[in-house]
């Protein structure tokens, strides 16, 4: 799955995760890739390798103009049906360039490329026909108005996420102290927004994925956020880890899987392939993790403390009238569902009573 920039987003959430086969357990046909273009991704400046793809080599010649390179590569993107391919090559030329964002290729089309930097753009390029994220290729992105690191296979943050922590920081008071817990952090962007905009807080973010546990740390730390963050591997099933077994918390956030388990293998080649499952498929209803939260909030919520979930559109009247049954023996109750920039329901409110 693609997301273009911050001032061009328009792609809604597509998809699941793949970390039911793991980093180090990606499909056999993709495993050398994988590797390359992460590999290579990591160092723009440095001389490419020489392709590995057998595809039709565009470096013909020893140099040629950001404007050319730009032209040509969307056109093949586009003849082979790669979404967003404007925003694909404009991102990597962006990264290959060290440019300040894909804004400034606008600035450079008549510059000249030489042929190292012909060769690392179309090693990225490869990536990218082989529908690999452009997140991954080019190993950052922006949430909000922080630049996050980005490693496969730990799940990419949608849009839609970003207007979450707006609608959460314009209910918050930023200025109390504040103990919030996230559920699922993936590269951390929720827990690491949310503290930035509150200096008094601290938060605790745990998630099933050691992958994903390293990214949080490692973003949490070019930040300079890392004091305020302890993180936790562990799956939830019924409850925390046992180290959080007597603590409460002022707020629960999470963007957890809700997508059913029959719709994994809907999903777009981007997110199949190379995200990992396990942070999108909700099992049969969508729900599992969702009620398996709402279990946690239930027992680990301070008094008036809120629960904040993004979910799938369908799901607020559902989780509503589950409450509406089993809220109070929770102590749980239903505020409010919001909708997101697509005007689908896909946040809900839910109070400790």
């Not at 400034?104 to 089309?109: A, K």
């Not at 290729?137 to 979450?164: A, G, N, S």
């Not at 709402?294 to 009238?321: M, T, Y």
Request: overall charge negative.
């Amino acid at each position: 799955m693609l997301l273009s920039s911050s001032s061009t987003r328009v792609a809604a959430r597509m998809g699941v995760k793949m970390l039911a086969r793991g980093i180090g357990q990606t499909d056999h046909h993709h495993r050398p890739l994988l590797q390359l273009c992460c590999a290579s991704s990591t160092s723009a400046g440095s001389t490419a390798p020489t392709s590995l793809f057998s595809a039709t080599n565009t470096t013909t010649t020893t140099t040629s103009t950001v404007r050319g390179t730009q032209e040509r590569w969307m056109q093949r993107f586009e003849s082979e049906s790669i979404p967003e391919p404007e925003t694909s090559i404009v991102n990597i030329i962006a990264h290959v360039l060290d440019l300040s964002g894909p804004g400034e290729v606008g600035n450079h089309q008549n510059s000249a490329l030489n042929e190292a930097q012909m060769a690392k753009i179309e090693q990225l390029c490869q990536c990218r026909l082989a529908r690999m994220p452009i997140q991954y290729i080019v190993r950052e992105w922006d949430f909000r108005d922080l630049t996050l690191k980005m490693v496969p296979p730990v799940f990419i943050p949608r849009p839609e996420t970003e207007e979450l922590v707006e609608l959460i920081l314009q209910q918050m008071d930023t200025q109390r102290e504040t103990l919030f817990l996230e559920i699922g952090c993936g590269t951390g962007a929720i827990s690491l927004s949310l503290l930035k905009h509150a200096p008094k807080s601290s938060a605790i973010a745990i998630d099933q994925s050691r992958y994903a546990c390293e990214l949080t740390r490692e973003n949490a730390e070019t930040v300079g956020l890392h004091e305020r963050l302890r993180i936790f591997k562990h799956k939830v099933v019924d409850d925390l880890p046992a180290e959080l077994g007597g603590q409460k918390f002022d707020m629960i956030v999470s963007n957890p899987p809700y997508v059913p388990s029959v719709l994994i293998p809907t999903l777009d080649p981007e997110v199949k392939i190379y995200e990992d499952l396990r942070a999108l498929d909700g099992g049969n209803d969508g729900l599992t993790v969702i009620k398996a939260i709402l279990r946690i909030a239930g027992r680990h919520l301070a008094k008036d403390g809120v629960l904040w979930l993004e979910v799938d559109s369908a799901h607020p009247p559902i989780i509503e009238e589950f409450l509406s049954k089993h809220g109070e023996l929770m102590g749980l109750r239903f505020l409010a569902s919001y909708k997101d920039l697509f005007q689908k329901d896909r946040f809900v409110e839910i109070a400790k009573l």
